[in-house]
């Protein structure tokens, strides 16, 4: 089994950062890519970020500016840092990894349980 494993999500005012992290482990032959969601309450979960293996990257217009999505293969982990945050960014952010658990499987989309992220005004 494959799991994905958020952290580094928590409250800060407008203009502050943070760093959230995602680690995935199980059976893991290789990741095509990780990405970073979120989910507002009453609103669509929507990307954030993505990253492929070979290290193309994908921003949604909001994020472009001011977050920065990275990966460290050796350790299936995605970085998400985010700067200038505003209020409109607070919400659930979710960790996405494209995943071939064996040599002989297809691959899965698996989800992590997600990590708050509030910004206060």
């Known amino acids: 089994q494959v799991q994905l494993v958020e952290s580094g999500g928590g409250l800060v005012q407008a203009g502050g950062s943070l760093r959230l992290s995602c680690a995935a482990s199980?059976?893991?032959?290789?990741?095509?890519?990780m990405g970073w969601y979120r989910q507002a309450p009453g609103k669509q979960r929507e990307l954030v970020a993505r990253i492929t293996s070979g290290g193309s990257t994908n921003y949604a217009d909001s994020a472009k500016a001011r977050f920065t999505i990275s990966r460290d293969n050796a350790k299936n982990t995605v970085y998400l840092q985010m700067n200038t945050l505003k209020p409109e960014d607070t919400a659930v952010y979710y960790c996405?990894?494209?995943?071939?658990?064996?040599?002989?499987?297809?691959?899965?989309?698996?989800w992590g349980q997600g990590t708050q992220v509030t910004v206060s005004s």
């Open positions: 199980g059976s893991i032959f290789s990741i095509d890519s």
């Open positions: 996405n990894a494209v995943i071939r658990p064996t040599n002989i499987s297809p691959t899965f989309s698996y």
